[in-house]
């Protein structure tokens, strides 16, 4: 039986299998690494506080009520299920803290959150219990669904910690029909959560973070975040927030609210998704809207024009469907060190690529292991050229070849300077077309 199996986009795998598309991190080769890497704090009802959580697609669609509590199909979960769209893996933050558990006299909910009021405990005598020694059947629910059943134990001290209560080994067992759990809460959430959140992601490598708040300071908060991550730390990702024109290419700005509201940004997850985990190949444009929200697209055609020209992320209407009408981010203000071009997310998709996978090869491959001689630079040429030349292979940069690149020794004889020229390649966008009739 093969051990591999998923999607790729380039040759990368390790294992054997069929793979198609990608999927995999960032390793220490001159290959591509995969996209589809996304981060989001949210409000939740279940979950741990103050923790990362690390969840794959699969996790989800399988364990989606062990992770958070509800089944798949649950409204509660309806902003993971839309970034879960577009994205392979998310870092998941629950903002709400200072929660209470849930509890009964013989157990306590794992996480605090009003969803432990749905849990309950059956306890049953067992069918091998005798006068002299007692034994029970301790059943777990979650609403009307058993997600536990532990059975022949003589006290509370014999049961096992399962992914929804902890029980208490103190206390008496005893026959209950039916007991629910009471008096959990979520806690609330304070803005200094979403600082918490931040602080935390700078240990995590990603693709794309989603700022769900549509107060100014948080998403300015999350813009300054990624711009400093982006400049001053060396970590390339893009940040996506709700009608924020940071004019900066790391900043996507969805303007697009949800029907019959003016200020809800419920579309960030979807987005946020989109932006992780389109290929470096890819654009967005024209994608369809394949969530489950009614997106307002009431926009004239001036309106939209004028949203391009701010640097928003819109969706239009074309005939029955929902599209986004550009893939760009909120850089406007075009010089000539940056063009007009670092407003197209295929561009700077492409530019992130480069910047993290090099950062990643140079520093598990050649910091403090490589010699800077001129056979050590050699190498790391070649690593680059062979790196940008799968790039040209999938068509995400165009007009490369090896002169394009020149590696050299720094002022210091541990430093090395790259000269790099890449021209990316954009998706077709528009058309002008000229007709003559004879």
């Not at 089944?71 to 769209?85: G, H, N, Q, S, V």
Request: glycine residues 6%; negative net charge; proline residues 3%.
């Amino acid at each position: 039986m093969a051990l591999g199996g998923g999607t790729f986009l380039t040759q990368n795998k390790i294992l054997p299998g069929a793979y198609i598309n990608f999927i995999s991190v960032a390793n220490a080769s001159a290959t591509l690494s995969d996209r589809g890497i996304a981060t989001i704090p949210l409000d939740m009802n279940w979950g741990p506080e103050n923790q990362v959580m690390t969840v794959e697609l699969a996790d989800f669609l399988k364990n989606s009520q062990k992770i958070f509590g509800y089944a798949y199909t649950a409204d509660e979960l309806k902003p993971m299920r839309e970034i879960f769209k577009h994205a392979k893996t998310v870092y998941f933050f629950r903002l709400n803290a200072s929660g209470v558990k849930a509890a009964n006299t013989f157990c306590t909910a794992k996480y605090p959150g009003t969803r432990g009021n749905s849990l309950r405990t059956v306890i049953t005598e067992n069918e091998n219990s005798t006068s002299e020694a007692k034994l029970y059947d301790v059943a777990t629910y979650l609403d009307t669904v058993q997600v536990d059943l532990q059975t022949g134990v003589a006290s509370l001290a014999d049961l096992k910690p399962n992914d929804y209560v902890d029980w208490i080994t103190g206390a008496s067992i005893s026959l209950t029909a039916s007991l629910p759990l009471k008096n959990g809460t979520n806690g609330t959430v304070e803005d200094a959560a979403y600082q918490t959140y931040l602080d935390k992601m700078e240990a995590y490598n990603f693709n794309a973070m989603g700022c769900p708040s549509n107060k100014p300071t948080i998403a300015a908060l999350f813009a300054a975040f990624c711009e400093r991550m982006r400049d001053d730390v060396g970590k390339k990702f893009q940040v996506v927030c709700f009608r924020n024109l940071a004019d900066y290419e790391g900043v996507v700005s969805v303007k697009n609210t949800i029907a019959g509201e003016t200020d809800d940004p419920a579309l960030i997850p979807w987005v946020t998704g989109v932006i992780a985990g389109t290929a470096v190949n890819k654009s967005a444009t024209n994608m369809d809207y394949d969530g489950e929200y009614s997106i307002d697209t009431d926009y004239t055609q001036t309106e939209l024009e004028n949203g391009i020209k701010e640097g928003s992320f819109m969706f239009h209407q074309v005939d029955e469907k929902v599209v986004v009408l550009e893939d760009i981010n909120t850089f406007i203000s075009v010089t000539d060190v940056k063009s007009s071009d670092f407003s197209s997310n295929q561009t700077i998709r492409v530019l992130d690529q480069i910047a993290n996978d090099i950062a990643v090869l140079f520093g598990k491959k050649y910091i403090g292991k490589v010699p800077n001689d001129a056979s050590g630079r050699v190498s790391l040429w070649n690593d680059i050229v062979k790196h940008h030349t799968e790039l040209q292979n999938i068509r995400a940069i165009e007009n490369f070849t090896s002169d394009n690149v020149t590696v050299a020794q720094g002022d210091t004889k541990k430093a090395v300077v790259v000269t790099d020229y890449v021209t990316p390649v954009n998706a077709m966008a528009q058309l002008y077309m000229t007709v003559y009739v004879q």
